[in-house]
């Protein structure tokens, strides 16, 4: 799973990719976390959802579960990468008014 990044929305992607690690079925997946620091390095991390929770007024980040011993990623994925991000905005869409002839 990768997650994190250099974007604003790096906290909410380590939220999302939280939830995920603590609810997927480690009997059918094999999961190896790989998070995407600020700084734009990708690092392998520990598997510890919890800590990809917000926390009182601290939001999470790649770094709390990177930790000093984390090693740079492998070049090549072992298998499907689920990406945790933020879904992209979609435009509002304009309202329409119909105008119609006074009577």
Same mark, same amino acid.
């Given at each position: ?29 094999? %999961?190896? +976390?790989?998070?995407?620091? =600020? ?5 392998? *991390? #520990? ?33 499907? %990468?689920? +990406?945790?991000?933020?879904? =992209? ?5 304009? *309202? #329409? ?7």
């Amino acid at each position: 799973m990768v997650f994190g990044g250099q974007g604003p929305e790096h906290p909410v992607s380590c939220m999302g990719a939280g939830t995920v690690l603590a609810t997927l079925d480690r009997d059918r997946y094999e %999961v190896v +976390p790989v998070g995407i620091l =600020p700084d734009g390095r990708w690092v392998l *991390t #520990r598997d510890e959802p919890e800590l990809l929770a917000i926390s009182g007024q601290t939001l999470p980040s790649v770094a709390a579960v990177a930790g000093p011993d984390a090693g740079q990623a492998p070049g090549e994925a072992p298998g499907p %990468v689920i +990406p945790a991000r933020s879904p =992209p905005r979609r435009p509002a869409r304009p *309202t #329409r008014w119909r105008l119609c002839p006074r009577p």
